[in-house]
């Protein structure tokens, strides 16, 4: 009978488990298994290296002392074992895990590699070997196993160095194997070490083959990566008819599909949990799947789960016949592999998408800045349309008491025919958009069953999105964006960009709405006489739909109120009429400094506020500050003017206009008790009155 060698052990239970095995002494590593490649480059960096040895390079210390399995989390958000290896010759410990247990772990170590501090290492072979493994089953199953491996890890590093010194001395192996003398013996003794060493080249050139795609796909994106996969798995296994499916909350979509799923839209509900899939990966088998339609669909087709950490992202589905067990395992233990490589892409272009977005809506917030009376509805349609690339936009504004949408503008190929059309504009598909109140996004018209568009508006693209804007339940104007520049069609991503910037475009279509109705009373009821800025009952039924908003869809908001320091005083010694100049030029001021989709209003006397929708508390203070120093640095008649700041955000505490406005009054109540000149955040506030009360009550006990 042959004995396995001890390393092969080792590899053997890090493979089957999905983690590493490190075997250490006192003072070094005597023997590795499946060790994770960012351990390696993290490890061998003079920057990170003694972080390492401040967690990894304890667990001989941490499992003597304890003489029992010492769980820990490195500073890399690796989760490991230290491990005491027990009837040892000499002492010894092992190093189980070095695993990522969450998809979140994971996703930050993809953030610190491509954006933070690990950006120094090349991805390829910092992610070649990454371990992503949420079960602590099998974490403390591969302790078990490893703990009794001690004496034969000893033999076999001793065997290793031995077999190193004869070959440096030039000695053979026969030299040194006296026992092997009978033929027969030695005839099926090769025979058996023949058969192993083939099928371990076997897998070795299958491991091989996989590394090298892996290897490939770190310089594509993530689609062209799930491209390559699919034709390597046709090429390699002789597959015709494959898809990629993607998540999509509780059902799987199609991404792409080969030979007789090309074309086809796959759906696949998913039950309330995941662990169908899992017990799949687990055993590494497919789900097979009956499909339900007319005799010309694959009645069946195996679903290969593909999971990270946790979570089930996407899967492989194969329509050929797949009866050969070992096939499926194969193709089971693929998926499995290529789950972390993958992940990896899709993170990276999650990030680079993050950062595309947040420039984006930046960008646009800044182009609002410039918006004037003149051109308002053109400018605005067409930075519209350059944030989502599209060479054709229209903007339509719906007026409540004539039930009618209007064109306010339109720009590409046959915009100025658009605008002076007297038939009824948007009833093929606007007014069903807009009457329904979600937008619509549509990658091929023709599959949907809509009129089809006048010939001689030609089209070049059939994708589209629809997009309405409202102000709490009033309905206010819908965009329109087609024929996209790059040619491709509009998908999510797209529709979250719209969603982000949809209240800042509702209020200023609903603002210009304002100021463009004929009725000087109407426009007066909303207006501050002196200051020319909305007034306190605008500013507070704005507010309450903002906050509707932001609990509805989560957006943050934040509000400030702000009064003009001094101001009774700088009253009393000049006079009214200088005082209402104090008040226009501050107005002004806030015209200047704000964003296009900011709400500034006279609240009463020489308090102002301000509502800044889709704007977090940081972002508002960042704000405030630039008012404060703006007013601070303009010279105003007979002496400087400066003004308090206080803003409140929203948030589960403070979820109503009424709440919002007195959170922000007591923030500027502290800014005027700092001394005046100076902006205070009530969140801030309430840290501080926590932290006081804490202590105090410590100091009681």
């Given amino acids: 009978m042959s004995i396995e060698p001890t390393d092969k052990v080792l590899e053997k239970i890090a493979d089957e488990n999905g983690l590493a095995i490190i075997v250490v002494d006192e003072t070094a590593a005597v023997a590795k298994a499946n060790n994770n490649s960012i351990c390696e480059h993290l490890y061998s960096s003079e920057e990170f290296a003694p972080r390492c040895a401040e967690f990894c390079g304890r667990a001989f210390e941490m499992a003597a002392n304890a003489g029992k399995p010492v769980a820990y989390q490195c500073h890399a958000g690796l989760d490991c074992l230290a491990v005491p290896l027990l009837k040892t010759e000499k002492p010894l410990a092992a190093i189980v895990g070095r695993i990522f247990s969450s998809g979140e772990k994971f996703e930050q170590a993809t953030e610190r590699a491509f954006e933070g501090d690990w950006q120094q290492f090349p991805q390829a072979g910092f992610f070649e070997n990454v371990l992503i493994n949420s079960s602590a ?3 403390e199953k591969a302790a078990r196993r490893v703990e009794n491996l001690g004496d034969a890890v000893l033999a076999e590093e001793k065997k290793r160095k031995g077999a190193e010194e004869r070959r440096s001395e030039g000695v053979g192996e026969k030299a040194v194997s006296p026992e092997i003398n009978d033929d027969a013996t030695r005839t099926e003794n090769n025979r058996q070490s023949s058969a192993v060493d083939a099928q371990i080249g076997d897998d070795a050139e299958e491991v091989a083959a996989w590394r090298s795609l892996f290897g490939s796909i770190f310089e594509l994106g993530y689609h062209e990566a799930c491209f390559s996969i699919i034709r390597f798995l046709a090429r390699r296994y002789a597959l015709d008819s494959m898809a990629w499916l993607e998540r999509r909350e509780n059902r799987f979509e199609s991404l792409l599909a080969t030979g007789t799923l090309d074309g086809r839209q796959f759906r696949i509900n998913l039950p309330a949990n995941d662990k169908l899939l899992f017990d799949a990966l ?16 694959v009645p069946t087709v195996s679903l290969f789960p593909v999971a990270v950490g946790s979570e089930v992202q996407s899967a492989l589905v194969i329509a050929d016949d797949l009866q050969e067990s070992a096939l499926k ?8 592999t290529v789950a972390a490589p993958l992940e990896i892409l899709r993170l990276r272009e ?95 018209v023709g599959k949907i069953g809509l009129p089809a568009a006048p010939e001689d508006w030609k089209y070049k693209s059939n994708s589209f999105i629809s997009y309405p804007f409202t102000l709490g339940n009033r309905r206010v104007g819908i965009l329109n964006v087609t024929d996209k520049a790059d040619g491709g069609f509009y998908g999510e991503a797209d529709l979250e960009l719209l969603n982000a910037i949809a209240p800042q ?67 009393d010694a000049f006079g009214h009429n200088p005082g209402d100049t104090v008040l226009k030029m501050v107005a002004r001021c806030f015209r200047e400094t704000l964003r296009g989709a900011d709400i500034a209003a006279r609240y009463g006397g020489e308090e102002f506020s301000i509502l800044l929708p889709q704007t977090t508390s940081s972002e508002a203070e960042t704000i405030a500050e630039r008012v404060r120093e703006h007013i601070a640095a303009t010279k105003f008649p007979n002496r400087r003017i400066t003004v308090s700041i206080g803003i409140a955000s ?42 006081t009360t804490d202590t105090q009550m410590h100091r009681e006990r």
């Fill in 137 to 139: 089953k099998a974490l």
């Fill in 329 to 336: 395992r194969r193709i089971a233990r693929f998926c499995k």
């Fill in 282 to 297: 687990e055993k590494e088998l497919a789900l097979d799947l009956r499909e339900r339609g007319d005799g010309n669909e």
């Fill in 650 to 691: 929203c948030c589960l505490n403070l979820n109503s206009a009424r709440e919002l406005i007195v959170a922000a009054d007591k923030a500027l109540y502290e800014a005027k008790g700092k001394g005046r000149n100076t902006v205070q955040v009530y969140e801030n506030l309430q840290v501080r009155k926590n932290i």
């Fill in 505 to 571: 475009v509702a209020i200023l279509i609903d603002r210009a709405d304002i100021k463009s109705k004929a009725g000087a009373l109407e426009q007066l009821s909303v207006t501050d006489s002196l200051t020319g800025l909305l007034n306190r009952r605008y500013l507070e039924e704005r507010l309450s739909e903002e906050i509707k908003r932001s609990n509805r869809y989560g957006y943050p908001m934040s509000f400030m109120m702000i009064d003009v320091d001094n101001f009774k005083s700088y009253n």
């Fill in 350 to 444: 999650e990030i680079r998408r993050r950062s595309w977005f947040a420039d984006s809506v930046r960008k646009f917030n800044a182009s609002l800045a410039n918006l004037d009376a003149e051109d308002f509805w053109a400018h605005l349609t067409r930075v519209s349309a350059e944030l989502m690339q599209a060479e054709r936009s229209s903007l339509l504004i719906f007026d409540e008491k004539n039930d009618s949408l209007t064109v306010k503008a339109a720009i590409g190929a046959t915009a100025e025919r658009i605008t002076n059309k007297s038939e009824k504009i948007g009833e093929r598909v606007a007014r069903i958009v807009l009457n329904n109140g979600r937008p619509v996004i549509v990658r091929d």
